[in-house]
């Protein structure tokens, strides 16, 4: 079975903050992903990577970096935390390109305050 | 570039009712359409896909069809159980851009 797990639950942060949210997977996936999610809005690709040591811009990559330091690992770094970043997030892997199945861990719910 | 449309935010249901959830999308490519679900708690998971090729998907007593005139997509469930509430997301694959591209999301809500 896939697993993608992420750290931590949920989190409170403060408006200038630095926050970072971690993922790690076991299912030797080339590619990983950050997603967010917000109400009514469904699921907007923050960054990715398909790589070890390589991050890609997604759709909505503004306020947020990704580090991708090994397979299994991949991090969302909020440099200065804001209030329009209250979401929950979620981290992804695949096989491949291309691909139709996402494994999802089960979501950070940051709120920022 | 690819956009799908999931004009249902909220739906509610009673044990045994029909379900029919839409999705538009538009593309320049030969899409493969998915839904996904999100159960309470947890993150989004593949239920269904469904090709140019095959036009129908089957899984868990769901159907998903497909219609390329109206460049739509459905899912369905006969018989909907109180299990079945969670949000449903429909989503494409860009056959260039090998990105999923993901609906906003329909809410169900089923009643005992």
């Known amino acids: 079975e896939a697993a993608v797990t992420q750290s931590p639950r949920s989190k409170v942060a403060v408006t200038g903050g630095k926050v970072t949210l971690s993922c790690h997977q076991t299912?030797?996936?080339?590619?990983m992903y950050w997603y967010r999610q917000d109400t009514g809005h469904g699921l907007r690709l923050i960054h990715y990577s398909y790589v070890a040591d390589s991050t890609e811009k997604g759709d909505i990559p503004d306020g947020y970096k990704a580090s991708r330091p090994s397979q299994e690992n991949f991090s969302l770094i909020l440099e200065l935390a804001s209030l329009s970043q209250t979401a929950v997030y979620f981290c992804a892997s695949s096989e491949g390109r291309a691909t139709e199945t996402l494994y999802f861990g089960s979501g950070t719910r940051l709120t920022v305050l | 570039g690819d956009s799908v449309t999931q004009k249902q935010g909220q739906v509610t249901l009673s044990e045994d009712d029909f379900l029919f959830i839409n999705c538009t999308y538009s593309?320049?490519?030969?899409?493969?359409l998915l839904w996904y679900v999100q159960y309470p708690g947890q993150g989004p998971q593949l239920l269904l896909k469904v090709t140019t090729a095959n036009n129908k998907g089957i899984s868990r007593g769901f159907e998903a069809t497909y219609d390329k005139g109206t460049t739509s997509f459905h899912l369905q469930k006969a018989s909907v159980q109180e299990s079945d509430s969670a949000v449903y997301f429909c989503?494409?694959?860009?056959?260039?851009?090998?990105?999923?591209?993901f609906g906003d999301g329909t809410v169900l809500t089923v009643k005992p």
């Open positions: 299912n030797n996936h080339d590619y």
């Open positions: 593309t320049t490519t030969y899409p493969t």
């Open positions: 989503a494409l694959v860009g056959t260039n851009t090998g990105k999923l591209t």
